[in-house]
């Protein structure tokens, strides 16, 4: 379940160097920083960056800002490479949710607990599931959440109204929405969704036990062999046979042309989806659609951004790396200002009360959708991040393919799984 900005980046430019703030001030002009503070990030949050600059300048004048920027992939590598190698180490590195659980094993990144930092103060400020993720086994916090990505299911008016049923309430169990999912074919040819992936991404969020995370428990333990994962193999291949799902990848011409041309009924993703259909994926089904929460109901992350400080970056410039983090996290007008603007929404739980998220959002035919977003945010359960998650994501989809489309028995599929797993939790 990648985040709406790796999904998004993946396609974006190489590395690029963009001294920010000041622009091209010399020293004979006598006013040349005595600082330049580096921020490596990636696309969107190099935006959220930049539309901070006024802000930064206003606060620390003498300190330069450079972002360095890279494509998704090619930042996470570099900010890889610079933790292991202590060489090319930003005094601020943005890392989206999924690489925060990789890092947080080592020793790379600072542990926020530590003065003059205090994070443990700040704690009720944020989201609590999304400070959770950056907690490490020993307690130590390792960075700051920015923006977070609760789930949300989409569904087409116009089809549902054709198949004569009610989008808000084919989601009230897995069972109502595979049944719907049945009658919209019947009646109207749409498929359910695009991929039985998307289906079992959420289903295997359901049932998950206190301390647990994703694929793993609080001991390294994998989990592919529970109950929980028979249960979403079991819903996802449910809806394969009855034909309920388009086999679409996602973010591909195809899967495009799904949404577009009413293909598809209900998408099930991160709240910022609608952003994306209303700018370039289908503009041209403006008011068709309307959010609910996620089958089940469910309560789900798709990603989100932290902010972290390296442990062997410049120690003269931390106090400054720390009070830059500060800012794009706990500055109310700034994070309002980054959802609004990129479809950030705010780690920041006190931005949830702003008038804002009462308001109507036009792609959902005025629908003050912003509403149920909040409300799934403040009941996603905390769930540790695990620095094979990435790992187990690629087996498990292996092996859910290879029940949907070669007829492996699933507990056959899922013994494999947890086999691979099991041992590479132990590397």
């Not at 333990?221 to 079991?234: I, K, N, S, V, W």
């Not at 990603?303 to 410049?314: E, K, S, V």
């Not at 702003?354 to 409300?375: C, K, M, S, T, Y």
Request: hydrophobic share 45%; aromatic share 8%.
């Amino acid at each position: 379940m990648l985040s709406r900005r790796g999904l998004l980046a993946a396609g974006a430019g190489g590395a690029a160097t963009l001294s920010v703030w000041p622009a091209a001030v010399t020293a004979s002009e006598g006013r040349a920083p005595r600082e330049v503070l580096t921020i490596a990030a990636f696309p969107l949050i190099d935006e959220i960056g930049r539309a901070a600059l006024s802000r930064w300048r206003t606060l620390h004048p003498e300190v330069a800002l450079r972002i360095l920027t890279r494509q998704y992939i090619d930042h996470h590598t570099a900010m890889t490479t610079a933790l292991s190698t202590a060489r090319g180490l930003p005094d601020v590195m943005a890392l989206e949710a999924s690489f925060v659980g990789r890092y947080a094993r080592g020793t790379g990144l600072l542990d926020l607990r530590q003065p003059p930092f205090g994070i443990e103060q700040l704690r009720d400020r944020v989201v609590p599931y999304a400070y959770q993720q950056a907690v490490t086994a020993t307690g130590a916090v390792v960075a700051m959440p920015t923006d977070i990505g609760p789930g949300t299911m989409l569904w087409r008016t116009d089809i549902l109204g054709r198949a004569g049923l009610d989008g808000n309430a084919i989601g009230r169990s897995w069972d109502d929405y595979l049944a719907a999912g049945r009658q919209i074919k019947a009646r109207t040819g749409a498929f359910l969704v695009a991929a039985a992936q998307e289906i079992k991404d959420i289903a295997l969020r359901d049932g998950r036990q206190p301390g647990e995370g994703l694929y793993y428990d609080a001991d390294s333990r994998a989990l592919a062999d529970t109950p929980r994962f028979e249960r979403a193999f079991e819903i996802a291949l449910r809806a394969r046979q009855a034909g309920l799902d388009a086999r679409l990848t996602a973010w591909t011409n195809e899967w495009a042309e799904g949404y577009k041309r009413g293909k598809l009924a209900t998408a099930l993703s991160g709240a910022w989806l609608v952003g994306q259909l209303a700018t370039w994926v289908a503009p041209e089904t403006r008011g068709l659609w309307r959010a609910a929460q996620l089958p089940g109901p469910t309560y789900a992350a798709y990603g989100g951004t932290f902010y972290a400080l390296p442990r062997q970056a410049d120690a003269r410039r931390r106090a400054l790396a720390w009070d830059y983090i500060r800012l794009m996290t706990l500055d109310t007008g700034q994070q309002l200002a980054a959802f609004k603007q990129q479809d950030a929404f705010p780690a920041l739980r006190e931005v949830h009360q702003d008038a804002f998220f009462d308001g109507p959002v036009a792609f959902l035919g005025d629908q003050p959708a912003r509403r149920l977003w909040r409300e799934a945010a403040a009941r996603i359960d905390a769930m540790p991040v695990h620095r094979q998650n990435a790992f187990a994501d690629e087996v498990v989809n292996t092996e859910l393919d290879n029940v949907l489309t070669r007829a492996k028995p699933i507990r056959s599929a899922l013994a494999d799984a947890q086999r691979l797993l099991q041992r590479r939790a132990l590397r």
